[in-house]
């Protein structure tokens, strides 16, 4: 004798079916609507960061008569290069970026040296008042650099530093080198003692530690306080303009000032334009440490 099982109904069939779809459509819905939220305010304020930009490029291939006007014109009717000629001939653009070449590459280079070698010192080595430096480099950090500006001109200008390219680049090292210290330390804290060890097990010395094994697996520090290095010696100007007596030995952002003046007012043209050549280095600076920091973060990644 066969049994056969009993069948269900429509409405029990539908009544026992399972309620994942509905829920698993809600879940994605609920996932969708944060996503274009969070889109929606990187796109706004992406424009906003990226308009002043479009702005200064958008004057700089105005003609005056329609760079002062009241209303403002989003583009250019009659775009023209006179601003950039002008730009080349206040003065002389070259000369200036010269003289911040010189002096952002010479600080740019020290701040690196003295902060790796230090960062090594703090973070590897075990001295008394080892604590005590870090507290000192984190106070002075804090500082304005403005409260500093007076104090070091009133040196500088006892030993014959001031208006010379050597007392500029040591002002704008004596700037970043606390921020350079500490983060190229904390770099320097990531790396095993094990890795040192090996090394050491080896037969490598101290200074065979420091060059082959540590110094090559916190390169993307050191590409990071070189950045944060140029940044702050390139778009100074309370500084240079402090240090340099002589007009031959400004630097870029010196030379932006000098298209105001207090008879003709500001030739903005010129100065959005001369904005733009100010720019381009630091563009071309950040394409290569782009490349080269994520290349040396990868390098440190498979090492580690």
Do not use: C
Request: glycine content about 6%; cysteine-free; aromatic content about 12%.
């Amino acid at each position: 004798m066969t049994t056969t099982a009993p069948r269900l109904s429509t409405d029990e069939v539908s009544d026992h079916a399972p309620a994942s779809a509905p829920t698993a459509v809600k879940s994605t819905r609920r996932r969708k609507r944060p996503r274009w939220i969070s889109h929606t305010i990187a796109v706004v304020f992406s424009i906003v960061w990226i308009f002043p930009v479009y702005w200064m490029i958008n004057t700089a291939f105005k003609p005056r008569t329609e760079a002062m006007t009241s209303k403002p014109e989003f583009y250019p009717h009659h775009p023209t290069l006179h601003n950039f000629a002008v730009a080349f001939t206040q003065g002389d653009f070259l000369v200036y970026l010269r003289n911040s070449a010189i002096v952002v590459s010479g600080a740019v280079v020290l701040s690196i040296l003295l902060g790796l070698f230090a960062a090594a010192a703090l973070s590897r080595f075990r001295f008394r008042g080892r604590r005590s430096i870090m507290v000192v480099i984190l106070v002075v950090q804090m500082l304005p650099a403005t409260a500093l500006l007076i104090p070091q001109f009133l040196i500088f200008s006892q030993i014959g530093l001031v208006g010379t390219y050597v007392g500029l680049m040591l002002a704008y090292v004596a700037a970043v080198l606390p921020f350079t210290i500490w983060v190229m330390r904390g770099f320097f804290l990531a790396i095993p003692m094990e890795v040192e060890e090996a090394a050491r097990m080896d037969g490598a010395s101290t200074w065979q530690v420091l060059t082959r094994v540590l110094f090559p697996l916190v390169m993307p520090g050191v590409i990071a306080s070189g950045v944060f290095a140029f940044i702050a010696a390139w778009n100074d100007y309370i500084v240079a303009y402090t240090f340099m007596q002589d007009q031959s030995h400004y630097t870029l952002p010196v030379w932006l000032a000098s298209f105001t003046t207090q008879t003709s007012g500001t030739d903005f043209g010129g100065q959005m334009a001369a904005s733009v050549l100010f720019s381009l280095p630091v563009v071309v600076f950040f394409m290569i440490i782009q490349r080269n920091l994520v290349s040396g973060m990868s390098a440190g990644a498979v090492k580690g």
